[in-house]
């Protein structure tokens, strides 16, 4: 059995300060074994005058504690009276690890936070070994969020408590120094997250104790001369009278048996006191009395016999914690296998599930090694629905995770940028457009405008390229057009040259054989039908305008001839033909401009000449009859401007004369135009 941690009356502090209440709080056993307090009536502790206390109150902070020390049962410690006052109730967990009932198997070790959000609890070890962490499955399940979910283990062992750290994201520090594994000593500070534990072995705090206990009763006590006054207020021989009945309590509390009530001393009632020798020698049989009653306590509290050392168990044993080793490591497979091998030496050994917790670990982190392919394939909704499907881990995984989830995000984000400029830089708005609309608010406004750009330029473009494709279509179209007239013009150049040469009768015998050749060809087809009929037309007009022109009739040429021309154009030949035609009609119309003129048919006068001049621009009796004409009609719009309130009638009809004798866009025909206007307006009015 490990040793029972020591009865209160062994602590430090066992003197009471001058002037404190004489009420006394002692534990006492109940028949169910429960600790509670009791108050001990005041009594006359007779004792001589001492001295000013100067005994050690011992390490306020060994167990965490800023306050007035206090059991960590519940017990009343012998201090000062001053400091007694009632105890805060411990943690559910903890409540019955001092009861004088309870067995304990664990050896006398605990953990006491001192700082974080469990400020306060404490915890004994309750077997060999103790997991600390954020998960309710530990041994000892901390709320602290800062802390993994098995943050690190103490193992109890023959050279004392091994802490190993578990592989916590924030690490492990013992006395302010981060390390992964060391061996424990008494007094040892441990930082996890923002949680600071003290490591207390019982074993070392009985000996602090009882070496604070022999150094104050052994100390150079100095004779002072006795002055009279109450007893009651020597601090350190009521101490003395206390430590004795102290220990009985102890012993009442083990054994169950109430201690009888305290009988007043006849003595003390009488006014007797005890003097500096009688005090001192009490003081020192109640130390011994706690040394026999403390070495008492742990040798019935000893370790049990070890058992037979099975070398499964110790191979086991050792798999289990290479197993350990290597989940701290981040070396799941091996750790796997090592759990494994250790469950085939002794099935069951594996208690806290180390081989499954690291073969989860190991499946995790080959999840996110699917995604990072997953992602490198570009293929983001699927790594997205792989870390989905994923389940949690421990805070290291998690952070694993959030940080694969950044890179999922950033690579995706990259990816459809790099999507989004090369579809711009190809080109295609359509293909931009939904990449455009999947970008984040921070990025798409630029590619926005840049299709909006991309779209104003192509349609810029492509109105440009319709109207070149227009442009090259009509012109596409007008060169077939021409080589195809090209090519009827070269059927048709047998009936052209008999036609030149005045042979019309060869030409329309021309124009049956062309029919006769092709007659696949519709255009050919056509044109040599319209031959067909205008040849014998020309021929006829032509014959006749000739007779007349050679007769000297100029101006009864001019209409044969006028008709000849027409119908030459009709045709479509080109040679010396058409224009001696133009010749003889040019100088037929001048013949004919001068006639009318002296008949004064200025109309007809100009008309002429304006034909000759049309024909044969150099002809210069046509320009001078125009000349003539033109002095003619500015007389006439004179006359008739003068007459028109006099004779409206007569100054109509020779503004119309002026009208249709001028050229067209000349001033005296605008003139001519805007005075009928008016007379007509004022006949109408």
């Known amino acids: 059995m490990p040793p029972r941690r020591p009865s209160p009356s062994s602590r430090s502090g066992t003197g009471r300060p001058a002037g404190g209440s004489t009420a006394e709080r002692r534990p006492s056993s109940s028949a169910g074994g429960s600790s509670r307090r009791v108050a001990v009536p005041d009594e006359d502790w007779s004792a001589p005058e001492g001295e000013d206390d100067s005994q050690d109150r011992g390490d306020p902070e060994l167990y965490g504690d800023a306050e007035p020390q206090r059991s960590r049962t519940g017990e009343t410690r012998v201090a000062s009276m001053g400091d007694v006052r009632p105890e805060t109730p411990a943690p559910a967990e903890d409540e019955d690890e001092d009861n004088s009932e ?31 962490g954020r998960s309710t499955d530990c041994d000892f399940a901390l709320e602290d969020k800062t802390v993994s979910r098995r943050h690190l283990e103490l193992v109890y062992g023959e050279k004392g408590v091994v802490m190993r750290d578990l592989g916590g994201i924030s690490g492990t520090q013992v006395n302010d120094q981060k390390v992964d594994e060391c061996i424990l000593k008494h007094g040892d500070e441990i930082s996890v997250g923002k949680t600071r534990l003290r490591f207390v072995d019982e074993s070392e705090l009985i000996k602090e104790m009882r070496a604070k206990a022999e150094a104050g009763e052994d100390a150079p006590k100095e004779d002072k001369k006795e002055e009279k006054k109450d007893p009651r207020l020597d601090e350190k021989t009521n101490a003395n009278y206390k430590l004795a009945d102290l220990m009985r309590d102890e012993k009442a509390r083990k054994t169950g048996v109430p201690r009888p009530r305290p009988v007043r001393s006849p003595s003390r009632e009488g006014g007797i006191r005890l003097n500096f020798k009688q005090k001192v020698g009490l003081a020192a049989g109640g130390v ?124 995706e984000q990259t990816y459809m940028v790099g999507l989004a400029d090369a579809a711009l830089a190809e080109r295609n708005p359509e293909s931009a457009k939904p990449l455009i609309a999947a970008l984040p608010d921070n990025t798409r406004p630029l590619f926005e405008q840049r299709l909006m750009e991309l779209e104003t330029q192509l349609a810029k473009e492509a109105a440009t390229a319709a109207r070149q494709a227009g442009a090259r279509q009509a012109a596409a179209a007008e ?109 037929a119309s001048v013949a004919a401009g001068l006639a009318a003129f002296k008949r004064k048919e200025y109309p007809v006068a100009g008309r002429s000449f304006r034909e000759a001049l049309r024909l044969n621009p150099g002809d210069s009796r046509a320009r001078t009859g125009l000349d003539d004409l033109q002095k003619k009609v500015e007389e006439l719009y004179l006359s008739a401007y003068i007459s028109r309130d006099r004779d409206p009638s007569l100054a109509t009809e020779q503004f119309k004369i002026v009208i249709e004798a001028s050229a067209e866009g000349s001033d005296v025909k605008r003139k001519a135009e805007m005075a009928l206007s008016d007379l007509q307006k004022a006949g109408g009015s």
Do not use: C, H, W
């Open 288 to 411: 011994v009395l706690l040394m026999l009653l403390t070495a008492l306590t742990m040798s019935r509290r000893g370790p049990p016999p070890k058992p037979p050392v099975d070398p499964n168990l110790a191979r086991a044993t050792e798999l289990m914690q290479r197993a350990r080793d290597k989940v701290r490591d981040g070396d799941y497979p091996d750790a796997v296998r090592f759990a494994a091998e250790a469950e085939k030496l002794r099935a069951g050994i594996d208690v806290d599930g180390v081989g499954k917790a690291a073969q989860r670990q190991q499946d995790i982190l080959d999840a996110f090694k699917e995604a990072r392919a997953l992602i490198a394939q570009n293929r983001f909704d699927d790594a997205r629905q792989k870390l989905k499907d994923t389940p949690e881990g421990t805070a290291k995984t998690d952070v694993e995770r959030d940080k694969l989830k950044v890179e999922l995000d950033t690579k």
């Open 479 to 587: 060169n077939a057009k021409q080589r195809r007239a090209e090519f009827v013009a070269q059927a048709f150049e047998d009936v052209e040259r008999r036609f030149n040469g005045g042979d019309f009768q060869r030409a329309t015998l021309e124009v049956d054989r062309v029919m006769d050749k092709y007659r696949a060809e519709a255009d050919i087809q056509a044109r040599a039908r319209s031959l067909k009929k205008l040849i014998p037309q020309f021929r006829a007009a032509f014959e006749e305008g000739q007779r007349k022109y050679e007769s000297n009739a100029l101006e009864a040429s001019v209409k044969p001839l006028r008709r000849a021309a027409e119908v030459y154009r009709q045709i479509g030949f080109a040679g010396t033909l058409g224009d001696t035609l133009d010749n003889e009609l040019a100088s």
């Open 102 to 132: 309870t067995t304990r198997a664990g050896p006398p070790v605990l953990v006491l936070v001192l700082d974080g959000p469990d400020k306060g609890r404490k915890k004994r070890f309750k077997g060999v070994r103790m997991v600390l």
